[in-house]
């Protein structure tokens, strides 16, 4: 939240909020050199540049420029928002990874342009009032707001404008390629429960790349210097938000409630010995080097809410103990025709009648536990009064139909928060390729 005292100024991009941005920032493998000549020209921060050096361009990413003075702008929205010290030494340290993520920024905006993706200045006007609106700026005082706070607006309305194109492009061309099944929600929804009364960590990150070797020391050298910074004061989120080549940067490095099967064992195990507020790290693992935020515990709760029960029924088409195909695949279709037009348990108990088998009818209240494992998966799936496709059972097909579904929390809202979940770690690993590959054919050249 901003506070428009002005005595605090978080990062941007959690700002719009998750819906307008998705922003993902992978490593960069040009290596960034002699920047202690960057803050001969950064001097401008503090207004002591001349126009020349304010002139000066800072790289060269294909056909676009990064000009000194917007790594400047960068750097001063950088240091507003992180609370980090407007000071000449820790500006020099954290300049190269601020430049990498506005190459890296300039690199996705081009690809989305490239896909058609345009954003008007009434998008980025749009962004900047959702931003009065969320944190209580008061209408049109936006441009006053970012004066006091130290903030350009031209850094931030750029900022916005390539965020929001990459985020159109993740929604409009690479989401798409991401398919969830319903089994791979079942199976996320059965880790779920089987972490009940296990230890949940709720975490944030800083992802630092390391897509060549040269980097580990640039980003060893460089995580040390955030943990100090977050030490000394500055804001985590924020620092997530600035630095972070995560998906997760766009929510300033958080990650919600983990498990230990979602960490390496290690890690967890050396996570959840801290106490809250804790900070650990560099760790290094395949996607970086990563820093971690110990927010807070808790004991899992699994599948939260008393046990679902659901009262259901059953219609089953006999067939003989060692039927072939041929006789399986006509019970199968009776399966079938028999409940085609049925809506509701009245006319599917009818239709029960019809089966053939005395097994068929009410099975009364049961509990989802003690069902089969793959009649749990059919039946969890279940919308009430709708029948399912026939199932393989031991007494010949069978099509349930839950007439009423009891305790637990809401199926259908359970099954559309893990489908989120799942698309979303999917739709990481699309779009970290995308980057990678669209990096590899890219010009880069560092000027300064």
């Known amino acids: ?153 031209n850094a931030l309305a750029e900022k916005l404008k390539r965020e929001l194109a990459w985020g159109r492009y993740v929604t409009r061309r690479l989401r798409s390629q991401v398919r969830v099944s319903e089994e791979e929600i079942d199976e996320a929804l059965q880790r779920i429960e089987s972490s009940k ?85 560099p760790i290094e693992s395949p996607m970086g080097l990563s820093i971690y935020l110990l927010k807070d515990k808790r004991i899992s709760q699994g599948l939260t809410g008393p046990e679902v029960t659901v009262e259901l029924t059953q219609l089953v088409v006999p067939v003989a103990p060692n039927a072939g195909h041929v006789a399986l695949s006509e019970a199968t279709a009776k399966a079938r025709q028999l409940v085609a037009n049925v809506s509701g348990c009245s006319a599917f108990r009818r239709a029960a009648a019809q089966s053939g088998s005395p097994l068929s009818g009410d099975l009364g209240e049961v509990k989802m536990s003690g069902l089969p494992q793959d009649v749990q998966g059919v039946v969890g799936r279940l919308a009430e009064n709708q029948p399912s496709a026939p199932i393989a059972t031991a007494n010949g097909p069978t099509v349930f139909m839950v007439c009423r579904r009891s305790g637990g929390a809401d199926a259908a809202a359970l099954r559309a928060q893990v489908r989120t979940m799942l698309v979303r770690e999917k739709l990481e690993l699309v779009v970290r390729r995308t980057v990678r590959n669209s990096r590899r054919t890219a010009f880069v050249e560092i000027r300064i």
């Open 197 to 281: 009364g296990e230890t949940e960590l709720n975490l944030a990150e800083i992802v630092l790349p390391l897509d060549t070797g040269g980097q580990v020391a640039e980003a060893r050298a460089l995580a040390s210097r955030l943990i100090e910074q977050f030490r000394g004061g500055a804001d985590f989120s924020a620092l997530a938000e600035n630095f972070s080549q995560s998906p997760s940067a766009v929510v300033g490095g958080d990650l919600g409630w983990m498990s230990a099967q979602q960490l390496d064992n290690e890690v967890f195990d050396a996570l959840k010995s801290m106490d809250k507020g804790a900070i650990a790290g």
């Open 1 to 153: 939240m901003w506070d428009y005292s002005g005595s605090r100024v978080p990062g941007v991009a959690s700002l719009i909020g998750e819906d307008k941005v998705v922003a993902i920032f992978s490593g960069w493998d040009v290596m960034l050199k002699n920047f202690l000549i960057v803050f001969a020209t950064l001097a401008a921060l503090a207004g002591r540049a001349d126009a020349q050096e304010v002139q000066g361009i800072a790289a060269v990413v294909n056909d676009d420029i990064i000009s000194v003075r917007d790594l400047q702008e960068r750097m001063q929205l950088v240091v507003s928002s992180s609370n980090i010290p407007n000071q000449p030494e820790v500006l020099r340290r954290v300049a190269p990874q601020v430049l990498r993520v506005m190459i890296d920024e300039i690199i996705k905006y081009q690809e989305a342009k490239t896909a058609g993706i345009d954003i008007t200045q009434a998008d980025v006007d749009d962004a900047m009032a959702d931003i009065e609106r969320q944190n209580n700026v008061p209408p049109g005082q936006i441009d006053v707001f970012l004066q006091r706070s130290g903030i350009p607006k």
